[in-house]
């Protein structure tokens, strides 16, 4: 089993930074691919991030492209998510998701795609 705990979620005012943390424990965290998704209320689940076991590889939608940066520390067991320029529309739940591949690079971003989630955490964005 594979625990994972999501913070650093919090209130930002538009155009401000945050930076989500997640910490994985329970299995070897070189194993798995990460993700960063994200669901407003009354919205289905996004992703908006993914990165590879080695971390060489990465993924983002268009929506957060060159705003956010997702990043991991294989000896610390933490994957992060910096978020710059933020947006109101950023205002979502934020969850961190795991999911054990054999390839060294290769990245999911569908939510059906992952096996373990966090809790999630809460980032608002105001105006």
């Known amino acids: 089993q594979v625990q994972l705990v999501e913070s650093g979620g919090g209130l930002v005012q538009a155009g401000g930074s945050l930076r989500l943390s997640c910490a994985v424990s329970g299995r070897t965290f070189s194993n798995y691919v990460m993700g960063w998704f994200r669901q407003a209320p009354g919205q289905e689940r996004e992703y908006v991030a993914a990165?590879?076991?080695?971390?060489?590889?990465?993924a983002y939608p268009e929506s957060v492209k060159g705003r956010f940066t997702i990043s991991r520390d294989n000896a610390k067991n933490t994957v992060h998510l910096q978020m710059n320029s933020l947006k109101l529309e950023d205002t979502a739940v934020y969850y961190c998701?795991?999911?054990?591949?054999?390839?060294?690079?290769?990245?999911?971003?569908?939510?059906?795609?992952?096996?373990?989630w966090g809790q999630g955490t809460q980032v608002t964005v105001s105006s």
């Open positions: 998701a795991a999911v054990s591949l054999t390839l060294w690079g290769s990245l999911r971003v569908r939510v059906r795609d992952y096996d373990y």
């Open positions: 990165i590879s076991r080695s971390g060489g590889n990465t």
